[in-house]
Each structure stands twice: as C-alpha cells, then as structure tokens.
C-alpha cells in the first residue's frame, strides 16, 4: 500500500475539524442551516490555509445524500467520492495552466447541463487571478446569473489581481494564516494518533519554519519524521530546518551591549562551523529583540512557559530601549545586504560591527531629552524648560534604599551666567516653592604652575541643596549663612555648582558619554575626585568615561578624577528626573481626558470607553 503523505491523510473531513478559520465556517454553516445560499463564493489567503478543503466541504454540503446541511455525513456516495476527487458533479479547474478564454467558453457551455450524479454542479476555480482579462469577461454573465444548479467556488492568493466586475459577484471570505498554538495543537494531536514520540519545543519550530500554512507544517513534519528516524526532538528538527540555536542569540546580545567583539567574533564563527544560515541568524535576532521591545513596555507580555523567557525579562531590564531599537534596525536592513556583500560571513560580521559602531556613538538620550548644552568649556546655559514639579524621590523608597551620605553643593554668588534647574517641590512646603540655583562662577584658565582655588562665600544668593537623602531639600528663605553641615572646600577643591542630576545635562557631551552622565548619581565630593554609582559597568568602559573626565577638567580649570560604583541608583539622576515628568505628564494628559465634558458625555450617554495606552501627552515646547 502506497504511502500517504500527513496533509492529505489529515485533509479536514467536515467543519467541526477545520482549523483556524471559524469566522469562514460560521457563516457557511448558518447559510448551510437556514438555506440561504449564493451561487458564488471567493476564497482568498496565502498557501495552505484552507481553501481547497473549504470547497470541498461545501461541495459536500451541497451535494451529500442527506440534503444540504452543514453536517455531510462522509459516508455516502457523494461524500466519499468527493474526498477522493472523483465526483463527476465537482470540478476543480487550476486557472494557471487552463488561463484561456477558450477554457473558459468550454466550462462554461458544459454548465448550461443538469447535474449527472449529484444536486449540484459545483465547480472550483482555484488560483483564478491567473485568468486573462478575456477569460473574465467570458465569465462575467454567466457568474451573475448562472443556472439554478451551478455554483462557483472561486479561490486565489492575489484577490488584489481580481477585476472588481467579478468580485462584486462574490461572497468574499478571507482566510487567516495560521496562528503558531494551532498549528502545534494540530500536530499534537496528529502524531499522538500516528503514534510517533515528539518534542513540544520542535513542534513550535515547526510551527514557526510554516510562516502560518497548516500544509506547510503537515509536509515538514513529514521531513522531520524522515531526517529523526521517527523521533522528533528539539535538537533534529533544528538540524534539519538549519536554524539558530536561541541560546546563541542570547550571548550575542550580552555581547553586542557590553561591547565585546572579540566575544561577537567568536559566535559568529560557531555560526560558520555548524553551517547555519547567517540571514536566518539575522532574521530571529530582529524577532529576538522585537520580543525585548515588548517585554519593556508590557512586562507581562513575557510567556511563563517559554524557554527564554528569563532571557527575555534580563535583557529588557539591562538594554537601553534606544539600544533595543537601533540593534533591530540594523539586523532588518543587513538582511538584504547579504544578496552584494563578499560572502554571508563577512556580512553578518559588518552587521554587528555596525551595531556596535552605531551603540557607541549614537548620542541615544539626546534624542529624547533636549537639554541645552555648554556653549564654551566654562560656560553654562540654562536649561530648556523642564516639566513642573516632576520627581521628587518618596520617603518610602529613600527607607527601603538607605542613601549614603549627603552631598552639599554650595554656589558661588557673583559670576554670570545662571544656571536654573529643573523645579522640584519639596516635601513640606508650599507647592508654590520651587529649587533656584544661585549664579555659577566661571573659572579662569590659569598661568602654568598656578593653582585653582574656588571662593567659598559664607553668604550667597541662592539655594543650598542636599542631594542623597530622601528628597531634595530646597531652602527658600532668604539669603543666609552656609550651613554648618556643608564643608568648607579646600583651596583647589572640587565644588559642584549645582546637583550632578541638573549639572550633567549640561555638559557638551553626547552618545555614550552623555548617558554616562544622565544615568549615574552622584555618591560624594572628595578633593579633585568624584564618586558616581552608574547602573552598568558597560557604561563605565571605553572611551566615553575619559570624555567624561576631560569635559570636567576643562570646566573645572584642573584635572578631575571620577570614580564608579556599579549598583541600583538609589537618588535621583537626569535619567530618573526625564522618567518622572513623562510620567507625570502622562497622567495629567489622562486626567485632562476623563474630566473632558465632551467625553464623560460619550461615555456615559453612548456607552463610550477611552481605550487604554491610546492617550498621549502633548510633546514639551
């Protein structure tokens, strides 16, 4: 006895089996139920989604021995012959090599004849865009007002192709692709019956080797069963599909954001040694980092019981979301540039070197946030208007998060220009009371040999602000003494002229030198040296962390020792400061909407809902 391959063993017999297509199988079931039938259906989807089962299934239904129902009963004559493709009464009829007007004119002068067998006659055109103009015109009366006994059943996978004359003639169904759960549920459920031993993860890479065709799926499963010896592992079926072992994928990107291309070098040649598809690499690593992009903005998008998905929820807290998005371009776009690039190695070394390159020097956070900048090594401009009152650190977090010890920054009183910083409320205050720095002096550049010493006034004009607790603390009674808590700086010493927060968005850096600066907290002053705890070791490696120090041993007049702490950032930084006024005025553009009369009419007179996330705030002028 011959072999019968998986996709016509397993072809669909009635609708209650049909997969993945239930808004097609109720209205042909209701229409089917209550005898209101067309006289012609068009079928339209990509390959293996059902079609020609479909028209099968309704051939049945019309025909079956019981009467026209939705439930053939498959054992009568009509039913049988049918799935076997031999009933007199139904043609199916491939337009692509029967494309002519002449074809057309023969089918249609056979349709002006009673039925031989069955009720109706029931003909099949499958891929009917492939028709010439001729040939649909031939068609067009007949199509609008064929005999009582003929139906047409149109299918293709370019409806686009199809003269509007004739689809206006139509029932149109379109069907979907396959969703991946239902393709692993149906192969499930066909080699539990075959009785083959399998793997739940190399299904769903069959599932996804089948782009969404059910054919597809059932036909690879056949080369699997083939290539396995009848076993069908996670480990056979990526051998035999060539595809990339996820795990690789996941230490490419630890890589790729630490910036180690000694580390991308070496998985690009285990990529070699075992022959695997540089494009397909590419390909999953865009579909990799469009899972991370999600699983930043919806946490708990992320599946509990995929393999990866610890991998996943690692990587979207480590990886800067501009990161993130920059990696996914540049794997999108040097797919196509494998077909000219010397050979598919080369190519795929240039892509990640590429994504390092661009990671590196990409200034990711001035695209964000529009802080202004140094206009001269010493000079200061103040700062774009910022969002009001917009993160202030909670006492409850500051308990949770000891901080360690204050750190004082005293402003010199009389020197253009002024630095104004971001308002922050203060706890206990009036929220009128907002922080204002007092006017920065600006360091001369001194003879050689001579030595920078910063005045420290007793009295100035401005604000003392203690960073590292848990609120930043404004003063804003009138000028008095320095505190006796704030130390006095020694001559030469390092003085901040305002919180490291407010200063490092104003200093004339950009990339990865800038995020350095945005991103860490300021942990103390001590001499010439500052501490700063940064969130990632990645950021206090490489070039960017010397640009860091030159720029502030330019503006300070002498040079200037950083220290890192890698750790949580327990205070506030810019980064955290940015966060928190787009959170808030995310919330104020929500408040704004809910308490709009417009749409509380809406939603209370029209049953009106405001869809979540679909509210945004206006972007700061």
């Not at 808004?23 to 012609?40: E, G, I, M, N, S």
């Not at 009720?119 to 007949?142: C, P, Q, W």
């Not at 370019?158 to 991946?180: A, H, Y």
């Not at 550049?445 to 401005?462: D, H, I, T, W």
Request: aromatic content about 6%; proline content about 7%.
């Amino acid at each position: 006895m011959s072999y019968l391959v998986l996709a016509r063993k397993w072809r669909p017999r009635s609708f209650e089996t049909l997969i993945g297509q239930d808004h097609v199988v109720r209205a042909l079931t209701h229409a089917l139920t209550t005898q209101r039938l067309h006289h012609a259906w068009l079928f339209t989807g990509t390959r293996g989604v059902g079609k020609t089962t479909l028209s099968r299934l309704l051939a049945k239904s019309l025909n079956c021995e019981t009467g026209i129902t939705a439930k053939p009963c498959g054992v009568c004559r009509a039913c049988t012959e049918i799935d076997e493709g031999r009933f007199v009464d139904y043609l199916e009829l491939d337009a692509a090599s029967n494309r002519g007007v002449d074809e057309m004119t023969q089918l249609l002068e056979q349709a002006v004849y009673s039925p031989g067998a069955g009720r109706f006659k029931v003909y099949m055109i499958d891929e009917v865009h492939m028709l010439s103009g001729h040939a649909f015109n031939a068609m067009l009366k007949t199509l609008e007002e064929p005999p009582p006994h003929v139906k047409f059943i149109l299918a293709t996978t370019d409806p686009q192709k199809i003269p509007v004359t004739v689809l206006s003639r139509c029932l149109q169904f379109n069907l979907k692709q396959m969703p991946g759960d239902a393709i692993v549920g149906h192969l499930q459920n066909v080699l539990g019956q075959e009785q083959i031993p399998f793997e739940i993860p190399a299904l769903r890479l069959l599932g996804q080797a089948a782009s969404g065709s059910m054919r597809d799926a059932l036909s690879l499963t056949d080369q699997a069963i083939a290539y396995s010896a009848g076993n069908l592992t996670e480990e056979s079926v990526r051998g035999m599909l060539g595809t990339i072992d996820q795990r690789h994928l996941v230490r490419l990107l630890d890589a790729l954001q630490s910036g180690q291309a000694g580390a991308v070098l070496e998985i690009a040649d285990e990529l070699a040694i075992r022959g695997l598809s540089y494009r397909a690499a590419l390909a999953d690593m865009a579909v990799m980092l469009s899972r991370i992009a999600i699983a930043q903005r919806v946490a708990q998008a992320i599946d509990d019981a995929d393999p990866l998905g610890q991998d996943i929820a690692r990587l979207a807290t480590t990886m800067h979301p501009d990161a993130v998005q920059l990696f996914y371009t540049v794997a999108v776009h040097s797919r196509s540039e494998l077909a000219i690039a010397p050979d598919e190695y080369a190519g795929f070394v240039m892509a990640c070197l590429r994504m390092l390159s661009l990671h590196g020097a990409t200034n990711t956070g001035a695209q964000i946030h529009s802080p202004a900048v140094l206009t001269a090594p010493a000079q200061m401009s103040s700062p774009a208007a910022s969002a009001p009152a917009a993160s202030a650190i909670s006492t409850a977090a500051a308990e949770s998060n000891p901080a360690p010890a204050p750190v004082v920054w005293a402003a010199p009183a009389e020197a253009p220009p002024v630095v104004t910083p971001p308002a922050v409320q203060t706890a206990g205050d009036d929220p009128e009371s907002r922080f204002e720095s007092s006017a920065l002096e600006e360091p001369e550049y001194l003879a050689q040999g001579e030595e920078y010493a910063p005045a420290v006034p007793s009295e100035f004009s401005g604000r003392t602000v203690v960073v590292g607790q848990a609120e930043i603390a404004a003063d804003t009674s009138p000028p008095a003494a320095l505190p006796a808590a704030a130390p006095a700086a020694a001559p030469g010493s390092l003085v901040l002229p305002a919180p490291w927060a407010v200063f490092s968005t104003q200093l004339p850096l950009s990339g990865m030198a800038a995020q350095l600066g945005r991103q860490s907290e300021c942990l103390g002053v001590a001499g010439r040296t500052i501490t700063l705890r940064v969130p990632s070791k990645a950021l206090t490696e490489g070039l960017h962390a010397d640009r860091l120090r030159a720029v502030l041993s330019e503006y300070f007049g002498f040079p200037v020792q950083v220290n890192y702490q890698v750790g949580a950032v327990q205070s506030e930084s810019a980064h955290t400061l940015d966060l928190a006024a787009q959170q808030a005025r995310q919330q104020a553009a929500e408040q704004t909407v809910q308490n709009d009369p417009f749409v509380r009419t809406l939603v209370t007179d029209f049953g009106g809902q405001v869809v979540p996330g679909s509210i945004r705030p206006s972007p700061v002028p």
